[in-house]
């Protein structure tokens, strides 16, 4: 991944192993479209017929690029993952004043801190029988990377 230790092992690799531990088909930097150097969301799961986008931020900057990612992979959820509730505040209101959320196409958008994300996130995905491929959903327009971590 391309974040650091922060981004890397605490705020996206504790809901990944959450959503593996679900069932969902998790893949990691996941190209939102094709090209040399795409944008990745941090990480896509799918299973129970959803598809949640996880991405983790330390700064309000990149939220209108999230919000577009999810938007462009279909998404149904985009979990913004921060590091304190402060950053929360300043995040849900930057999302707030932007055009894109709310709309009909839009992804259902939480921004959570790490504990309450894991709480959403064992309160809001079912286990998942068995598991479904990435493909399976509507990401099939999406190039997977072949580095891609899909389990």
């Not at 893949?27 to 969301?41: I, L």
């Not at 577009?68 to 921060?82: C, F, G, H, R």
């Not at 590091?83 to 849900?92: D, E, I, N, S, Y």
Request: charged letters at 15%; aromatic letters at 2%.
């Amino acid at each position: 991944m391309r974040g650091k230790f922060l981004h890397n092992q605490i705020m996206i690799a504790m809901p990944i192993s959450a959503l593996r531990s679900l069932g969902y088909a998790v893949a990691v930097e996941y190209p939102v479209r094709a090209g040399r150097r795409p944008p990745c969301v941090d990480g896509v799961a799918i299973g129970g017929g959803n598809c949640v986008v996880l991405e983790a931020e330390c700064s309000p900057a990149r939220a209108a690029n999230d919000l577009a990612k999810a938007q462009e992979l279909a998404a149904d959820v985009l979990l913004i993952i921060v590091p304190h509730a402060g950053l929360r505040a300043r995040m849900c209101a930057v999302l707030n004043r932007l055009p894109g959320n709310g709309a009909p196409n839009a992804p259902k958008v939480l921004v959570l801190t790490l504990g309450a994300a894991l709480h959403w996130i064992s309160q809001n995905c079912p286990p998942v029988a068995q598991q479904p491929a990435i493909s399976d959903h509507k990401l099939e327009e999406s190039p997977a990377a072949t580095n891609n971590d899909i389990k």
